[in-house]
Each structure stands twice: as structure tokens, then as C-alpha cells.
């Protein structure tokens, strides 16, 4: 098998998991975020830890994906977290997919859609969009759409939901937009209710809201990162350990490739495209297999990331090629212990040699955890290591 890989720590999934049911009264259902291929960990398998572990629903962002989890036998709800085309729809209900409506004309199609393949109860939630700018009916028109949808033969409301664009940031004026998000999306389900309605199932809180708001739980959390083992941002574990919220978060995943030579670079050669980096000594120079193709994007070049060999770290030198980069082993006769074929690991565990996190990564190069783990590509074989 190919030394680059990523390594999938199931068992640390499924601590996430409980460590955050531990945040969450009995009632609270959980619905955990698996889409883009859960976060680049592999959907299918966490979804399974996440149907073993009691998640009410799992949130995908396409049919594909939602389709995905139905042929390898998921039973739980699916969420579909971003609208469809048009020409999705057939398989989007063939495959018992809720969708997030915020429009009469997209939520008749399903209609239509339910009623030629006669499916029975078949949920839909409504989108409030109370301050992301993305989805969403805005507060006073929730009761309307809901409405319309109660007159519908196929389609029900299963439930209301809205997104908070500023959770994970704990700066007074950011806390206040996020209370303020939620005092909207209240008054949107009680205007459903005053028409008689039942809004169903009601959520919102994300991640950082899942471990900073409790009080914004209402029936249901969808979290996402923090099942893969990364706070969201300012909600990290300092600021909740000041709040007395103690979550002990795992990664999940573990990127990892290997030595696959040692070289002698000598004083004034250079090393990879654009001629970058310079030897101003003999240095020993390790070549890694693994590029950008593989998701160790070309940024990470001159940012700061290093490379974990043998529990030290070594910076990149030069430039991330496509399948290969090469690290500085340090000036000859000074390089320590690195020998060919030795592991190399680039972010993940700490059982498994890391010295960085994907948000170490993502501090370095100007992202969030979230981009580092997804842009893990296919080419990188997922090892699963069971819960
Ligand atoms: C991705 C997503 C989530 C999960 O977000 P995290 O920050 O990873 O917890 C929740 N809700 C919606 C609508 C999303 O798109």
C-alpha cells in the first residue's frame, strides 16, 4: 500500500460524539454533519458510528451524498443542508432525503415529486435565514411558506432551522448578533405556531453553538467539526474551560506519508520548482511522497508548516510539488536520526506521531481545520481504525 495515507481514528469520532452528548439534555436530538464526505474523513463510516451512537439525523450538502449513505444501508433521516437541482429531485426523494425549503416553488417540486412516487410522510424544514445571508425565508415570511406547505397533499413540515454566521467568535459585539439571530429564528417558529402550525422540529445551533450556547440547543444540534475532533474557532478549549465547559476533543484523522529518500544537497544548489530555497550549507534534504494532488496544498510551502519525522519537526523546503515535497533534515552531520523509509506525519493524532494539528495547519496558512481535513483528496487511501 502507498506510505501516504490518512488514518481514521473511529474510536476518537465516537469520543467526540460523547463528549459532546455529554454537553446535551436528554431530550436534545443530534444531527451530525457528515457532508463533503464528513469533513474528508469517509461519510459512509462515520455515519455509521453516528447511526450507532443515537444521531437523530445526519446533515449531507448534496444528493450524491445523501445517496451515498442510503446504498451503504443508512436508515437515519438525512438532511440535505443546500439546495438541489432541479433535475436532483427524483433521486433526492427516491432516496428519502429531507431537504431545507425556503421557497414555494422549490418546495412544490417536491411536492410534485412525493405525490409521483408516492411517498408517504415526507418531511421537509424550513429555512430561516436570520443573519447568514445564504438560505433561508427571513422571519416575517416563515408562517406564509409554512402555510402553503400544510396545503400540500405530498410534502409535511418536519421541521425549522437557521444557521448563525458569527457562533464561533466570542467578542462582545459577535455574541450579541448570534442572540440576536436567535431571537429572529424564535419569532419565526411562534409566528408558525400562531397559524395553527406545528414547526416541527427546530434547530440552529452549530458546532461553536453546541458547546457555547446551551441555551440555544432547542430540539436538535447539528455539529460538524467538533465531531472530527477541532473546536470552532474562538470556542476553544480555553475559553469553554473558563466558562466551566469541559470538552475533551480528539482528531480524527491523521494525514502520514514517508521518507522516501535522503539527500545530499550541497552549499548553493537548489531544491524544487522556482528554485525557492538554497542550501547555505551541505544539508541533508528528505523527499516525501506525497503534493498538493494529495492535498498538502502548495501553500504550505513557505507558511511556517513543518513536518513531523521521528517526533521532530522539520521545515518544507522549497516548493510542494504535485506527488512529492522535500523537508530539511538540517546542515550534514546535524540531521539526527531521519533515515529512508521512516514516517512522516503532516497533521492528526498524537498516538500517531503528530506534532500538528489541522488547525496548527490552518493558523500557519490562513484557513480553518475545516479546509485542511476536506482538501485531503481521494488519491489519499482512508485506513479506518474501529471504534
Ligand atoms: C456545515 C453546517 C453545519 C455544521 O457546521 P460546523 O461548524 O462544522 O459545526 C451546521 N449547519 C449547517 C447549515 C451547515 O451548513
Redesign the pocket.
Known amino acids: 500500500m502507498r506510505a501516504t495515507k490518512a488514518i481514521i481514528h473511529l474510536e476518537n469520532f465516537s469520543h467526540n460524539l460523547n463528549e459532546i452528548k455529554k454537553c446535551l439534555s436528554a431530550e436534545t436530538k443530534m444531527c451530525v ?1 457528515v ?1 463533503a464526505d464528513a469533513y474528508g474523513h469517509g461519510a459512509v463510516k462515520c455515519a455509521q458510528v453516528a447511526e450507532k451512537q443515537g444521531a437523530a439525523f445526519l ?1 449531507v450538502a448534496t444528493v450524491e451524498e445523501g445517496a451515498e449513505l442510503r446504498a451503504a444501508g443508512i436508515k437515519t433521516p438525512i438532511l440535505m ?1 443546500s439546495l438541489c437541482a432541479p433535475e436532483e429531485i427524483p433521486e433526492a426523494v427516491a432516496n428519502d432525503i429531507t431537504p431545507f425549503v425556503f421557497d414555494e416553488e422549490y418546495a412544490l417540486l417536491f411536492d410534485a415529486e412525493v405525490l409521483r412516487q408516492n411517498k408517504k410522510d415526507y418531511c421537509v424544514h424550513i429555512a430561516v435565514d436570520t443573519g447568514m445571508g445564504r438560505i433561508g425565508v427571513y422571519e416575517n415570511e416563515a408562517a406564509s411558506l409554512a402555510g402553503k406547505i400544510s396545503l400540500c397533499k405530498g410534502i409535511k413540515l418536519g421541521g425549522m432551522a437557521t ?1 448563525l454566521a458569527v457562533s464561533d467568535s466570542v467578542t462582545a459585539s459577535s455574541v450579541e448578533y448570534t442572540k440576536n439571530q436567535f431571537e429572529k429564528f424564535k419569532r419565526a417558529i411562534e409566528n408558525v405556531k400562531k397559524e395553527g402550525i406545528d414547526p416541527g422540529i427546530c434547530h440552529c445551533a ?3 453553538a453546541t458547546l457555547a450556547f446551551p441555551e440555544f440547543h432547542l430540539d436538535m444540534v ?5 465531531t472530527y475532533g477541532y473546536y ?1 474557532d474562538e470556542v476553544d478549549r480555553e475559553y469553554l474551560k473558563s466558562r466551566n465547559i469541559d470538552v475533551d476533543l480528539k482528531p480524527v484523522m491523521t494525514v502520514e506519508t514517508s521518507v522516501c529518500a535522503v539527500r545530499d544537497v550541497f552549499k548553493g544548489e537548489s531544491v524544487g520548482y522556482g528554485r525557492t530555497w538554497c542550501a547555505e550549507e551541505n544539508t541533508k534534504v528528505g523527499v516525501l511522497t506525497a503534493g498538493y494532488a494529495d492535498g498538502i496544498l502548495r501553500n504550505y510551502s513557505s507558511s511556517g508548516v513543518k513536518i513531523s519525522v521521528n517526533g521532530k519537526l522539520y521545515p518544507i523546503c522549497g516548493r510542494i510539488c504535485m506527488d512529492q515535497f522535500m523537508i530539511n533534515l538540517g546542515k550534514d552531520g546535524e540531521n539526527g536520526t531521519v533515515k529512508r523509509w521512516d514516517k512522516a506525519v503532516i497533521f492528526g493524532a498524537e498516538e500517531d506521531g503528530a506534532l500538528l494539528t489541522a488547525d496548527d495547519i490552518a493558523r500557519l496558512t490562513g484557513t480553518i481545520s ?1 479546509e485542511v481535513t476536506c482538501c485531503i483528496s481521494k488519491r489519499v487511501r482512508r485506513i479506518f481504525i474501529n471504534s
Open positions: 454533519a457532508k446533515a443542508l444557521h452549530n458546532s461553536a447539528r455539529p460538524g467539526i467538533i470552532a475545516y
